[in-house]
């Protein structure tokens, strides 16, 4: 079985072309904007971008400037995934009628944690669920960065943010991260997968394969943000390598409803050494940070498990 | 040729004729009857368009963004509380210049719950910046999705266009209405060719924000193409008179020359208050009545000039202004009329979630008025409401 074509980034094939260029105003070590320039790589020029309100929106198209070498739309916060449902259904309809050229073009919804996990999430579900042969990226920062570190549903548990401050009678984030992609595995697409910034080739592959294949992809991208994880801006690749390393955000495919698990090493490192580097997490005590670690070894478990009932066979 | 249809149909059939690419749309009442029809005439191949069922009319609108800023030609309807969901966007669509076109069912907000019709929701997109019209008839409401597409898409005016029709009376009624033929609407509407389009062959931001430096610009240019939108429009109504007979003005008025008192209408309300005023002509009443069907961008001039010397306006409000100075087209006709010798207004805030409003109805509103009038802009009346 064989449903995803095999593109594969390395080194030696990295495109030069950039669709999302120099003079965005992103912060030091802003992991997101790494991720974007990345996915674009990847996708070439033939893309179509819709655009959540956010941190990427927010940096990169202040009029009279753009950052976008390609086709790029924002029209609010919470609709991305309806608008670039639009855009696919209008090339369609064109395409059919003869007004828009026989080619494929990539329609591509880009939003963070906020408007992919919460204020999006409908749209997002309507648009998987109806089957568009769109790409949704989420740029998952973990709070809402943009409007300076509130907490959203993707926030880690036990993280300090604006509104989910630590305290006498409160830990910080009390909920565990909402599994968006799970969520979107629900829907039954034919491609879903996690990816980090922090692994190039894997992260590109990945946005390419979800883009190639026909019907609706989901990619959620961890976008490590020094600014809000209180962490120095030249350990944001470190950090994210590190939330993969340790199971904290591990890396894998489903395909066709079958997983494909592409972690970098077989052992887990330990939690401790992802939390330790980012003051968000600083205020937590010994026996909190083993609750973390026993239920982010648990969920791997969970993810191990259904890899080995439901593997993806090459 | 002339076939007796449900308003909704005569929408729907007009939508294929108008051959639409893409429809997007959440079921509301009354709404519904219209996309039903569509999604028929898809599943049928009797319309080559993307169907989208959406989960919620946010997202309708947010389709039909999508899909007009890549060039295709959109349709979307909703009703009430459906517009309320869709609002945020209503805005968006205006101020990024996307023609899209939009039939709102109206009907009242909630709460209570009510499907039945007034034009509570209309109001509430009132400064949107739509281009927006009241019909009367579901002929007129066939007849405006070509005229509201060819107006939309006019180079010179590039704004979505809002038909506002009555839920259930104009919806859900049987009405005779006269098809044209499809060279005739081929011959009135071009295919769209939209001078900005998301396009890989040569691409461009859309939906760059901006600074408090920036803003304002944007507004008032905004304001000054929805103004400009006056004259295609006028135009767009000329050519759909020279091809079919059926011609449109912005505001239509009927014994005015000698008329005591006039009402003035919008929407299908209009059509029993101009049977009241014949049958009150009849027994030598001197009442008159003026239907307003633009409603943005407002015909001040036209208004100004079609009122000049009458006595006293009825004006027949189906939405309310809580904490205000009455309903919101007596607010708008009364700074229309500022300054100058007009009518003095009364307003009659009636019809609310579709209560019938009877000819006997305007007689009394007509005797009322001389007494009523002569008060200041607090002057409005809830007429029929049980105390």
Redesign the interface.
């Known amino acids: 079985m064989k449903t995803i074509g095999e593109v594969r980034f390395t080194r030696k094939n990295l495109p030069k072309e950039e669709f999302f260029v120099s003079g965005h105003t992103a912060c030091q070590g802003c992991g997101e904007a790494l991720a974007v320039r990345l996915a674009l790589k990847a996708l070439g ?4 971008v ?1 655009c959540a309100t956010g941190c990427i ?2 940096i990169s ?6 950052a ?9 916060f ?2 991305t ?14 395409t ?2 003869g ?2 050229p026989q080619k494929r ?1 990539f329609c591509v919804g880009m939003a963070g944690d906020g408007g992919t996990a919460d204020i999006g999430l ?2 997002l ?2 648009a998987l ?2 089957g568009h042969d769109i790409l949704f990226l989420c740029f998952d920062n973990e709070a809402y960065m943009n409007t300076g570190i509130q907490r959203s549903s993707a926030t880690p548990f036990g993280a300090v943010t604006t509104t989910s401050p630590a305290g006498k009678r409160s830990p910080g984030q009390v909920t565990w991260k909402k599994n968006v992609p799970e969520i979107a595995v629900a829907h039954g697409i034919p491609y879903v997968a996690t990816a980090c910034p922090s692994f190039p080739y894997d992260l590109m592959t990945k946005v390419r394969r979800g883009a190639e294949v026909k019907g609706p992809a989901y990619v959620h991208i961890l976008s490590p943000c020094p600014t809000g994880w209180r962490c120095a801006p030249h350990l944001a690749v470190e950090v994210g390598r590190l939330a993969v390393e340790t199971g904290v955000f591990p890396l894998y495919e489903v395909i066709e409803g079958r997983y494909r698990i592409n972690m970098p090493k077989k052992e887990l490192k330990p939690v401790e050494e992802y939390l330790n580097l980012q003051g968000r997490f600083r205020h937590l005590s010994p026996e909190i940070k083993g609750y973390i670690q026993k239920r982010v070894t648990e969920e791997w478990e969970k993810l191990l498990q259904k890899a080995k009932a439901f593997p993806y066979e090459e | 040729m002339r076939v007796a249809l449900e308003g909704s149909h005569a929408v729907s059939e007009a939508v294929r004729q108008a051959n639409v690419d893409v429809i997007a749309a959440y079921p509301i009442t009354p709404q519904t009857h219209i996309v039903e029809r569509l999604a028929e005439m898809v599943a049928e191949g009797e319309l080559d368009a993307e169907f989208i069922p959406v989960e919620s009319e946010h997202s309708a609108l947010s389709v039909c963004i999508g899909a007009s800023a890549v060039g295709a030609r959109t349709f979307t309807c909703t009703s009430g509380p459906g517009l309320a969901l869709m609002a945020e966007i209503v805005f968006i669509a205006s101020s990024m210049r996307l023609p899209i076109l939009m039939v709102l069912a109206n009907r009242s907000l909630s709460a209570p719950l009510s499907i039945w019709n007034d034009h509570s929701d209309a109001m509430m997109v009132r400064d949107s910046g739509w281009i927006q019209v009241f019909v009367n008839s579901a002929q007129e409401a066939y007849d405006h999705v070509f005229i509201g597409f060819r107006t939309a898409e006019d180079k010179r005016v590039l704004l979505p266009f809002m038909i506002h029709m009555d839920g259930f009376f104009l919806t859900h009624a049987v009405e005779p209405v006269e098809l044209v033929e499809q060279s005739v609407v081929d011959k009135y509407l071009p295919p769209p060719d939209f001078p900005y389009r998301l396009d890989p062959a040569s691409p461009l931001t859309m939906g760059a924000f901006v600074m408090p430096d920036q803003y304002a610009e944007v507004k008032k240019a905004q304001d000054e193409a929805l103004k400009a939108s006056y004259g295609p429009l006028l135009e767009a109504w000329k050519a759909w008179g020279e091809l079919t007979g059926r011609h449109y003005l912005p505001i239509e008025g009927f014994y005015l020359e000698d008329a005591e008192v006039v009402f003035l209408t919008v929407g299908s309300y209009g059509e029993v208050a101009h049977m009241a005023v014949e049958e009150l002509r009849q027994k030598g009443m001197p009442v008159g009545i003026a239907k307003l069907r633009l409603w943005r961008p407002f015909p001040f001039e036209d208004l100004r000039k079609a009122l000049k010397g009458v006595k006293y306006l009825a004006v027949i409000d189906r939405a309310v202004c809580p904490g205000g100075v009455g309903g919101p087209v007596a607010l708008e006709v009364r700074s229309a009329l500022y300054g100058m010798e007009g009518p003095k207004v009364v307003d009659f805030i009636v019809g609310i979630a579709g209560r019938d409003v009877t000819p006997e109805d305007y007689l009394k509103m007509a005797e009322m008025t001389p007494e009523v009038a002569g008060g200041g802009s607090e002057n409005y009346v809830f007429y029929g409401v049980k105390e």
Request: hydrophobic share 45%; no cysteine.
């Open positions: 020029k033939d893309t179509i819709a929106e927010i198209s202040r009029f009279p400037e753009t976008w070498l390609v086709p790029w739309i924002h029209v609010a919470e609709n995934a309806a608008v670039i449902s639009g855009v696919e259904a209008g090339l369609k309809a064109m059919r009628k007004r828009f073009v409908q749209a579900s309507g669920e109806r």
